[in-house]
């Protein structure tokens, strides 16, 4: 007899910045989600698709969990709640390097779901196992059906994870085609790399207050797409911080996200950015929905 095909969703939670979305991209095995060393980084959930011969992994990215300060942050950590209605498993994340009281009250509050749950203890790269060991200790874990420690940006420990994972995986059918890796529009995906690359270059307070409208994502030949899209900032100071010396910081992103979408295409990317300021868009309603940051209404 041959295996069981098995299948599932499995939501991603945590902390920002614990690595959520690196794991999600480590396990599918290419890039679907951006990533950066800023806190809410991902701001919407969005499924990250992990097919093999026997089993198909359906993991769904959340922003992380936090306390909300603007109308965004609602969207964003209602959106994360929302993520782990009947899936099949839970990871909960955590940073090997920093637990604290906030990843405590999010493994407490994961902890009482009724569906089998991982505590994934990320960035063991970065701590040795001396350090490790006696935060471990610590942590009340016993909700948890299993512990792993992994390094997503490594890769170590990542084969386990997977296939613990899979192994929790009822058995079912195949959800999404084998090639599929993500339910993210390409034009979603671009308007994302455009702002992965801005929350990689800058600095400060101005990457929180960044959003990204496509305004146009047109095929105009075989080979090449016309790309054009709109950074929104806050302020007018932003504003030059983005564009730069001699408009120096907006080419650097714009040619980072060229690179990035011309890879995710397969084709060469004429794009063409402009900055705009609106401010507290992401406390207005209006904005939020221009970019695409509104909850089933
Ligand atoms: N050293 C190290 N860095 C990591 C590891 N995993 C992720 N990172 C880094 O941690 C930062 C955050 O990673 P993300 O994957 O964006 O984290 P996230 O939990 O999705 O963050 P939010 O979307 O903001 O909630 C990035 O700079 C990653 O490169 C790891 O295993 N080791
Ligand atoms: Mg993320």
């Not at 599932?8 to 945590?14: D, I, Q, R, S």
């Not at 408009?247 to 004429?270: P, Q, Y």
């Amino acid at each position: 007899m041959s295996d069981p095909f098995r299948s599932g969703f499995v939501a991603v939670m945590g902390r920002p910045n614990v690595g959520k979305s690196s794991i999600i991209n480590r396990l599918v095995g290419e890039k679907v989600f951006i990533v950066s060393d800023k806190a809410q980084t991902t701001r919407d959930k969005a499924l990250g698709i992990m097919t093999g011969k026997n089993y198909q992994v359906v993991f769904v990215d959340t922003p992380g969990l936090h306390t909300p300060r603007t109308r965004l942050g609602e969207f964003m950590v209602e959106a994360a709640e929302s993520a782990k209605e009947g899936v099949d498993a839970i990871l909960c994340v955590v940073d090997a390097t920093f637990i604290g009281k906030g990843d405590r009250e999010v493994m407490e509050q994961l902890g009482r779901e009724k569906c089998p749950k991982i505590l994934v203890v990320n960035k063991t790269d970065l701590a040795s196992p001396e350090k490790l060991m006696p935060v471990l200790q610590e942590l009340d874990v016993s909700r948890f059906d299993q512990v792993v420690s992994v390094s997503a940006l490594k890769g170590n420990n990542m084969e386990t994870l997977k296939r613990l994972i899979v192994s929790l995986m009822p058995e079912g059918p195949r959800y999404f085609p084998e090639d599929m890796i993500t339910d993210r529009p390409e034009r979603v995906m671009c308007a994302e790399i455009v702002r992965e690359k801005a929350l990689r270059n800058l600095k400060d307070e101005i990457p929180h207050g960044i959003g990204v409208e496509m305004l146009k994502m047109e095929a105009v030949s075989d080979n090449m797409y016309e790309i054009h899209a709109t950074i929104y900032c806050e302020k007018a100071s932003h504003k030059s911080v983005i564009i730069g010396k001699q408009g120096a910081m907006i080419g650097k992103i714009g040619r980072d996200a060229r690179l990035d979408m011309e890879k995710l295409l397969g084709r060469k990317v004429n794009l063409k950015l402009w900055v705009k300021v609106r401010e507290n868009w992401r406390d207005r309603k209006e904005d939020l929905k221009t970019l695409g940051y509104t909850m089933g209404e």
